[in-house]
């Protein structure tokens, strides 16, 4: 199996996503923040670009919805101020 430029941007996403989980459970972001959110959705939507090129149903669907909810968050927080 070789390593391709997709498999880059979804490892990409998976860091972000990580390092986002990290910040919160570290008390250096907060869950209801904007920030929160953007970084979740950037690494969502990352993996699912990956996903595009290596296809995988049940990574999709956790993606899918996770970059949902990410939105969610985000206009949440657009409206809330």
């Known amino acids: 199996m070789a390593f391709t430029v997709f498999?880059?941007?979804?490892?990409?996403g998976v860091?972000?996503?990580?390092?986002?989980?990290?910040?919160?459970?570290?008390n250096?972001?907060?869950?209801?923040?904007?920030?929160?959110?953007?970084l979740n959705a950037v690494g969502a939507g990352l993996i699912l670009i990956s996903l595009w090129f290596d296809f995988n149903l049940a990574a999709f669907v956790v993606e899918f919805f996770?970059?949902?909810i990410s939105i969610y968050g985000i206009v949440k927080s657009l409206f809330s101020h």
Do not use: K
């Open 7 to 12: 498999d880059l941007i979804g490892g990409i």
């Open 15 to 26: 860091a972000m996503i990580i390092v986002t989980y990290f910040l919160l459970q570290t």
């Open 28 to 38: 250096r972001i907060e869950s209801a923040g904007r920030l929160y959110s953007i």
């Open 66 to 68: 996770w970059l949902a």
